[in-house]
């Protein structure tokens, strides 16, 4: 429902490292928006690459499945579904509540 | 077949008789014509230099002439005269007669005829063979068309010429070959003749009879014919057949000819020769003798047909014999195997029932007896307790070796073939004796080199109940010192050798041989001092040669003792993945992080790690990941621990850094830009080969989880393989499992 969180639980010991990392998740959307309008599909391909390498990790299986999505948008060439991968990905990070646990 | 090839072979044979025979006559034959086509010629040449007959040179010619050959019956010439000179030659003629009496000579001839007036023939010259010569008159012969044809034809050439057989002999066969005799210089023959420079006529009286001498074979058919141009044409001039009864020599079977012709300048003679093979003229013999090797040989396969049959008959017979005997013993072998079986069974019966039934009574024994204790108990109460426990612990000791002894030889003992962590196990064999280590002031000591494999195949129950065994007698046997325990590969094969170490009692020299002998221990004292069955050596041994490898003991007297072992244990290829990593459990031993090395220092507190942790190379980790986020990460996770952590973005930083450095682990993420890691992996694997360096272990990261994925690391190199993302836990767990 509209207003509700996005409960995602995380290790306490990556406390202090979790909000470093969504951030750098915030400027990979504004870098493949970047890349889009120099139509360098390489580059989003890249950042969706790093995405799905790191997510899961940290805890943000969400982000991993977003980063192959962008992969796969990069190398089909499909500025239309990266575009509304970007978007997801920015409401994802508006509404993730992290509980450390 | 034979008595065909015989018959061919003897048609052959008649075939070359006849050839043979054939031979003489055509050569006999062939001579005569031509000899008397020769001395025509000759006569008539020795008469052109001589204005008339000379009668002395020509008589003496002609005698020898037929005294040499007897088919020429006469040579008569006749000049060509005009009426005039017919006196004239008369006269010559008496004059012959008179000088040669004995010569008979026919008185003449009257004159022919119109355009043969000009030879006379009423007084030729003549010489024949002798007085029974019948020659009939010339002019009478001359008159006939063909004789006059050949006369002309003989005047008109140079040439000698037959004539048809005269018939003027008995037999009607007689020819003469006419030759013109010119006046010498005279080649021109029409012209001679119409300038008159023809001189005479040699006419020479031939018997074909006789043209064959002796040659005329009785078997043979023969045939002579004169051919030439004109109106006479093709003469015969002699026939003969064979002169065998017919039906003595059998019906005809074949018919051989032969044809032979003898060419002169305008003429030709054939001869005929013809045979005909009757069935009377085979040589059966050797036809018989086909026929009877044919029907030998026939008789010879009918007999080896026969005996093939038999043969194949009786090998049936035994065949169907040697299934019966071998279905007879396959019953025996099958009751023989089901009573081995059955005694097998009885047997496993017996020792199972017998486990049950002596282990059942010690357990309830042993267990009483722990319960017991935990009972408020006297001290002499306490005391008797202890006693009958370890009584009870030590039968069950006994039980189980003499049971698992029996087992092993009565070969009911089947191995396991299962992967497991050799490590482990070994690590927490050691592990139980901490205790006891720590109880006598010993250092234990475990040490497994980094190229031990993980993942091994084999009898994980076995392989512990042999070091339990050791370890437990080192430790038994020294009351000061240490016990190591070793464990390593035995250079790029499969096999382990596994070691422990005392620096115990040791064992005599005259002793080392039998410490593998059943309830055998180093001397009674030892018994009485030590404990034991004399059994844990004995079946340890067994339990080894089960495996396939070998055990053996090195010991000095007062100094200590080695046993060690060696088994071959494969590489488990089916890989854990990360939750079975994360599940190995450390339990609490006193393993130090990064260690694998069981300090145990007599402090009483075996949770204690060691103290002075050294900083060496072992700690340092090489983290090879291209994502920073993950570096991050990882490094978090690190954080706490004793580690040094260098980091490189690719494969072949990674590389570069590794040959510069020391590392004791290296995290390698496998999907990196430029060099990936498995790329990396074998590249340092080659460097650390080439410069005799100890493997370092290498765990591979990625996001791969199949199984193909894990072996894909395995081949390349990795020491393990975990997969994204990475948890903290199972990351720890795989380093304190790979780095010494």
């Given at each position: 429902m509209p207003g509700d969180k996005i409960i995602v639980r995380a290790d306490p010991d990556l406390k202090d490292l979790i909000p470093g990392f969504l951030q750098n998740r915030r400027r990979d959307t504004e870098a493949i928006r970047d890349a889009m309008a120099r139509d360098d599909m390489e580059r989003v391909r890249f950042i969706g690459h790093m995405m799905k390498g790191s997510g899961g990790g940290y805890g943000f299986g969400a982000l991993s499945d977003f980063g192959t999505a962008l992969e796969a948008g990069a190398k089909d060439l499909d500025p239309q579904a990266i575009g509304r991968v970007v978007a997801l990905i920015e409401n994802y990070l508006d509404g993730i509540d992290v509980v450390y646990e | 077949m034979l008595a065909f090839l015989a018959w061919q072979d003897?048609?052959?044979?008649?075939?070359?008789?006849?050839?043979?025979?054939?031979?003489?006559?055509?050569?006999?034959?062939?001579?005569?014509?031509?000899?008397?086509?020769?001395?025509?010629?000759?006569?008539?040449?020795?008469?052109?230099?001589?204005?008339?007959?000379?009668?002395?040179?020509?008589?003496?010619?002609?005698?020898?002439?037929?005294?040499?050959?007897?088919?020429?019956?006469?040579?008569?010439?006749?000049?060509?005269?005009?009426?005039?000179?017919?006196?004239?030659?008369?006269?010559?003629?008496?004059?012959?007669?008179?000088a040669s009496p004995d010569l008979p000579m026919d008185t003449g001839v009257p004159p022919l005829p119109n355009e043969l007036d000009r030879f006379d023939f009423s007084a030729p010259v003549e010489i024949s063979r002798g007085p029974d010569a019948n020659l009939a008159p010339m002019h009478d012969l001359f008159s006939e068309p063909r004789f006059r044809d050949v006369l002309r034809t003989a005047i008109e050439t140079n040439?000698?010429?037959?004539?048809?057989?005269?018939?003027?002999?008995?037999?009607?066969?007689?020819?003469?070959?006419?030759?013109?005799?010119?006046?010498?210089?005279?080649?021109?023959?029409?012209?001679?003749?119409?300038?008159?420079?023809?001189?005479?006529?040699?006419?020479?009286?031939?018997?074909?009879?006789?043209?064959?001498?002796?040659?005329?074979?009785?078997?043979?058919?023969v045939a002579l014919y004169s051919e030439s141009e004109g109106v006479s044409g093709r003469q015969q001039l002699f026939d003969k057949q064979p002169n065998s009864v017919l039906s003595q020599r059998g019906w005809a079977v074949a018919s051989l000819a032969e044809e032979i012709l003898t060419q002169f300048p305008h003429y030709s003679m054939k001869l005929v020769i013809g045979k005909q093979v009757h069935a009377g003229d085979i040589d059966k013999g050797l036809i018989m003798t086909a026929m009877v090797l044919g029907a030998g040989v026939s008789l010879l396969l009918f007999a080896l047909a026969r005996a093939k049959e038999h043969q194949a008959r009786e090998l049936r017979e035994r065949n169907v014999e040697i299934?019966?005997?071998?279905?007879?013993?396959?019953?025996?072998?099958?009751?023989?195997?089901?009573?081995?079986?059955?005694?097998?069974?009885?047997?496993?019966?017996?020792?199972?029932?017998?486990?049950?039934?002596?282990?059942?009574?010690?357990?309830?024994?042993i267990g009483m007896a722990e319960l017991l204790a935990e009972t408020r108990l006297t001290h002499d109460q306490r005391k008797?307790?202890?006693?009958?426990?370890?009584?009870?612990?030590?039968?069950?000791?006994?039980?189980?070796?003499?049971?698992?002894?029996?087992?092993?030889?009565?070969?009911?003992?089947?191995?396991?073939?299962?992967?497991?962590?050799?490590?482990?196990?070994?690590?927490?064999?050691?592990?139980?004796?901490?205790?006891?280590?720590?109880?006598?002031?010993?250092?234990?000591?475990?040490?497994?080199?980094?190229?031990?494999?993980?993942?091994?195949?084999g009898d994980p129950a076995r392989l512990r109940?042999?070091?339990?065994?050791?370890?437990?007698?080192?430790?038994?046997?020294?009351?000061?010192?240490?016990?190591?325990?070793?464990?390593?590969?035995?250079?790029?094969?499969?096999?382990?050798?596994?070691?422990?170490?005392?620096?115990?009692?040791?064992?005599?020299?005259?002793?080392?041989?039998?410490?593998?002998?059943?309830?055998?221990?180093?001397?009674?004292?030892?018994?009485?001092?030590?404990?034991?069955?004399?059994?844990?050596?004995?079946?340890?041994?067994?339990?080894?040669?089960?495996?396939?490898?070998?055990?053996?003991?090195?010991?000095?007297?007062?100094?200590?003792?080695?046993?060690?072992?060696?088994?071959?244990?494969?590489?488990?290829?089916?890989?854990?993945?990360?939750?079975?990593?994360?599940?190995?459990?450390?339990?609490?031993?006193?393993?130090?992080?990064?260690?694998?090395?069981?300090?145990?220092?007599?402090?009483?507190d075996r949770e204690t790690p060691a103290g002075g942790r050294q900083a060496d190379k072992r700690a340092s980790i090489l983290l090879v990941e291209d994502n920073a986020d993950n570096r991050v990460l990882i490094k978090a996770f690190l954080k706490d621990g004793p580690f040094q952590v260098e980091e490189a973005e690719n494969g072949e930083t990674a590389v570069n850094k590794f040959q510069l450095g020391a590392y004791g682990l290296v995290l390698m993420d496998v999907q990196m830009p430029v060099m990936d890691g498995h790329a990396a992996t074998r590249a340092i694997r080659a460097w650390e080969t080439e410069h005799a360096r100890r493997p370092t272990p290498i765990i591979a990261l990625t996001a791969h989880a199949l199984k193909e994925d894990v072996e894909k690391s395995v081949e390349a190199g990795c020491t393990a393989h975990l997969t994204k993302p990475i948890r903290k836990t199972a990351l720890l767990e795989a380093i304190q499992r790979y780095v010494m």
């Open positions: - | 003897a048609l052959d044979n008649e075939a070359k008789k006849f050839a043979y025979e054939s031979v003489l006559l055509k050569d006999t034959v062939g001579r005569s014509v031509t000899v008397s086509d020769d001395v025509t010629n000759n006569i008539a040449t020795l008469l052109e230099p001589m204005d008339g007959v000379d009668e002395e040179p020509f008589r003496v010619f002609v005698g020898s002439v037929l005294s040499r050959h007897a088919f020429i019956e006469s040579v008569s010439y006749y000049p060509l005269v005009v009426q005039p000179q017919v006196l004239s030659l008369n006269e010559s003629l008496d004059a012959l007669r008179t040439v000698a010429v037959p004539t048809p057989p005269t018939g003027m002999d008995v037999k009607g066969r007689d020819y003469f070959l006419l030759k013109t005799v010119f006046h010498q210089g005279g080649e021109d023959r029409m012209a001679d003749y119409q300038h008159r420079q023809v001189k005479g006529l040699i006419a020479v009286l031939i018997d074909p009879e006789r043209l064959f001498q002796s040659s005329l074979q009785g078997n043979l058919s299934g019966r005997q071998v279905l007879r013993q396959t019953k025996e072998l099958a009751a023989a195997r089901d009573q081995a079986l059955d005694a097998s069974r009885v047997k496993s019966e017996f020792l199972a029932s017998m486990s049950h039934e002596i282990r059942t009574p010690l357990n309830a024994i008797y307790v202890d006693i009958f426990k370890k009584a009870g612990e030590a039968l069950q000791t006994l039980v189980n070796d003499v049971l698992d002894l029996s087992k092993i030889e009565a070969h009911q003992l089947v191995l396991e073939h299962i992967a497991f962590d050799v490590r482990e196990l070994v690590a927490e064999a050691v592990d139980l004796y901490v205790l006891k280590a720590n109880e006598k002031g010993l250092q234990l000591v475990c040490r497994i080199d980094p190229d031990v494999p993980l993942l091994v195949n109940q042999v070091i339990l065994n050791l370890v437990g007698n080192a430790t038994k046997f020294t009351d000061r010192g240490e016990v190591i325990v070793r464990v390593r590969r035995c250079g790029a094969t499969d096999r382990i050798l596994f070691s422990v170490c005392d620096t115990g009692i040791g064992i005599p020299s005259d002793k080392l041989e039998t410490v593998f002998a059943s309830f055998t221990q180093v001397d009674s004292s030892t018994t009485r001092r030590y404990g034991g069955t004399g059994l844990g050596l004995s079946i340890s041994k067994r339990l080894i040669e089960l495996m396939h490898g070998e055990i053996w003991a090195e010991s000095a007297l007062g100094e200590g003792t080695t046993i060690a072992f060696s088994i071959k244990l494969d590489i488990a290829r089916s890989f854990m993945g990360h939750e079975q990593l994360a599940q190995v459990a450390v339990r609490g031993r006193a393993v130090d992080l990064g260690l694998s090395q069981i300090a145990v220092v007599p402090s009483g």
